[in-house]
């Protein structure tokens, strides 16, 4: 079965502007995480939907936010660019609510450069 | 806060070396734990888990890990690395207040094995 799908895989956008990833979970997947990974921070997490309401946030700023549509599809926007944005943002999806218990499938990622 | 460190940024070693890479993280509580790999180019895939029982886990492709609760820690483990293996590797953490989806990642051991 298809795995986690990731779209744009890479994207370059200036400071300011404001960008949309999507993330695709693997059929039947009702649970989505995102993560942000730069080499300073390591992996952090961004937050979580299941059924459609984001149960879940980290520390990040307001200008980060997401949603989840009726078919698990989920996409996050980050407004206002920085260049400390500039980061692979990966996507983990998991069969159900509890999710750790079930272990997360993640995509391969979408590599944001803001300039 | 929840915190995972893994002491050693990078190691190298020769092809059936031994392994073992640290993973510590700073929770009093119950907690379930996470060994993820990422090959070069490739995304991130679930080597190991940990949720009760038996504190010695097995994983995927000879991979095992400890878990000793008094030292906080879980450390990962193989008797004979292969060129293969060289990977990024990433212990992570979940407080079992939930079983949602909020892992802290600790920063990654970069293995290098020599043929």
């Known amino acids: 079965k298809a795995g986690v799908t990731q779209t744009p895989r890479y994207l370059i956008k200036t400071r300011g502007q404001q960008v949309t990833l999507s993330c695709s979970p693997i059929s039947g997947h009702r649970s989505v995480s995102w993560y942000q990974q730069t080499p300073g921070q390591g992996l952090q997490f961004l937050f979580e939907y299941f059924s459609e309401t984001q149960r879940n946030k980290g520390n990040f700023p307001g200008r980060f936010s997401g949603r989840q549509f009726s078919n698990s599809r989920s996409e996050m926007n980050v407004s206002t660019l920085e260049l400390g944005d500039s980061a692979l943002y990966l996507c983990?999806?998991?069969?159900?609510?509890?999710?750790?218990?079930?272990?997360?499938?993640f995509g391969s990622g979408t590599r944001l450069t803001v300039v | 806060a929840q915190s995972v460190s893994q002491h050693n940024h990078h190691v190298i070693l020769s092809e059936a070396a031994s392994l073992e890479l640290g993973c510590n993280y700073s929770y009093g509580g119950t907690v379930n734990l996470f060994w993820y790999v990422q090959y070069p180019g490739q995304h991130l895939q679930l080597l190991l888990k940990?949720?009760?029982?038996?504190?010695l886990v097995k994983g995927i492709k000879g991979f095992e890990a400890e878990f000793i609760k008094s030292k906080f820690s879980f450390n990962l483990r193989k008797p004979s690395v292969q060129w293969s293996d060289t990977a990024e590797y990433f212990c992570?953490?979940?407080?079992?207040?939930?079983?949602?989806?909020?892992?802290?990642f600790g920063k990654g051991t970069k293995l290098s094995v020599k043929p």
């Open positions: 940990y949720f009760s029982g038996d504190p």
């Open positions: 983990a999806s998991s069969p159900r609510g509890d999710s750790l218990n079930y272990g997360y499938t």
């Open positions: 992570a953490v979940n407080a079992l207040r939930r079983s949602q989806g909020n892992l802290i």
